[in-house]
């Protein structure tokens, strides 16, 4: 399974069956916390460039247990983590969204589970917390069952960190295009419902003039009910205006739009290209141009193109067009290639399946 590098959500994906990560964080050492002014002196100071996102009137620890590391980060280590009693966590400050979520999941009578991701908070400050603080800014209000969030904030003071809660995910895209390779079918009507999820984010973020700039199976994960969302908001910026233009280049080269190579270039246009790059890749099960490394304004030519239908390659085309013709995320969802989506239950088969073949993988592998 592909390891996610990197401070945003991309990080966030859980990596069930994987061995050797161990760490576990326990509740033993937790200290008496006063209700008000937690945190004091060095830890006041490095933090107070958050304090607005900060939820400061509880600690922790006391409700979020049983931490398990299932991932590690340029940033720090991601952990699942069980909610504790819903005596306790009426006191948790959380998006009405996330406070649904989670009596859906107490009503199974299973766990409820969710992602912390754990960022030390050093002394000298650090850059990660200014990206974090940007990231929060720009996502401040937006809520969409499309789109990975971050739902809460905390300071974790027997550590020294802080703990980001979010949706705690099955796996990234890229995990289920990797297993293809191995015998994993993914079918043309598959493919068409990660690509109308995509688009439904996309077409979201427009709606806010907001510009992600690094749409890829590495930053697209799939929860337990197969919804794919959109994650990692590092490189996304707030556009001021339509036809407003700017010069930076982000992402990485084989999702990203050529004109964001060749000069100033629309924001709001890139992510449809890096969309189309994403079916191609579903498609291919490797991303465009990575075989040769000649970049191009076009797709190369699929290895089976018979297998896909025509609304497939019709799609894909549009998405390669020049940003002047190429269509927004709302024009594309009405294109015949979305309306013959699989349901739901299908992707949840799939994931099922991912889950069976690497359980083969490691038993090869295990073999003497």
Not at 76 to 102: N, Q, Y
Not at 143 to 158: K, P, Q, T
Not at 205 to 223: G, T, Y
Request: net charge negative; aromatic share 6%; with cysteine.
């Amino acid at each position: 399974m592909k390891e996610v590098i990197g401070f945003g959500p991309a990080s966030l994906h859980s990596t069930k069956g994987a061995t050797g990560l161990s760490r576990t964080l326990t509740t033993s050492s937790i200290s008496p916390l006063s209700p008000y002014q937690r945190y004091r002196g060095w830890q006041h100071e490095a933090v107070k460039p958050l304090e607005e996102f900060i939820d400061e009137a509880v600690d922790p620890r006391d409700y979020y247990l049983d931490l398990q590391e299932i991932a590690e980060g340029e940033s720090g280590s991601v952990f699942s983590a069980r909610l504790a009693s819903s005596d306790k966590i009426h006191k948790l400050k959380l998006p009405p969204l996330t406070k649904a979520r989670d009596a859906e999941e107490r009503g199974t009578n299973k766990p409820t589970l969710v992602a912390i991701k754990n960022i030390p908070i050093l002394p000298s400050g650090s850059p990660k917390l200014v990206d974090l603080r940007r990231e929060l800014k720009l996502m401040k209000g937006l809520w969409n069952s499309n789109i990975l969030g971050m739902d809460a904030v905390y300071v974790d003071l027997v550590e020294d960190s802080l703990w980001v809660r979010m949706e705690l995910m099955e796996r990234s895209l890229a995990d289920v295009v990797a297993l293809v390779p191995e015998g994993l079918v993914l079918a043309d009507r598959m493919i068409a419902r990660f690509a109308n999820d995509i688009l439904l984010a996309l077409d979201y973020l427009r709606k806010h003039r907001i510009a992600h700039r690094d749409v890829r199976s590495d930053n697209l994960l799939l929860n337990s009910h197969g919804i794919l969302k959109l994650a990692d908001f590092t490189n996304a910026i707030q556009v001021p205006s339509e036809g407003s233009e700017c010069s930076d280049v982000v992402g990485v080269v084989y999702w990203q739009a050529p004109e964001m190579r060749t000069g100033p270039y629309d924001p709001l246009k890139v992510d449809v290209w890096s969309l189309g790059a994403t079916v191609w890749e579903m498609a291919q099960a490797e991303p465009p141009f990575s075989a040769n490394h000649q970049l191009a304004s076009r797709w190369p030519p699929l290895t089976n193109p018979n297998n896909f239908s025509p609304s497939f390659h019709d799609f894909l085309r549009l998405c390669s067009e020049p940003a002047a013709t190429r269509p927004d995320a709302g024009d594309l969802m009405k294109k015949s290639f979305l309306q013959n989506v699989c349901g739901r239950p299908v992707i949840q088969q799939l994931l099922s399946r991912c889950t069976q073949i690497e359980t083969d993988m490691q038993a090869v592998e295990d073999e003497p």
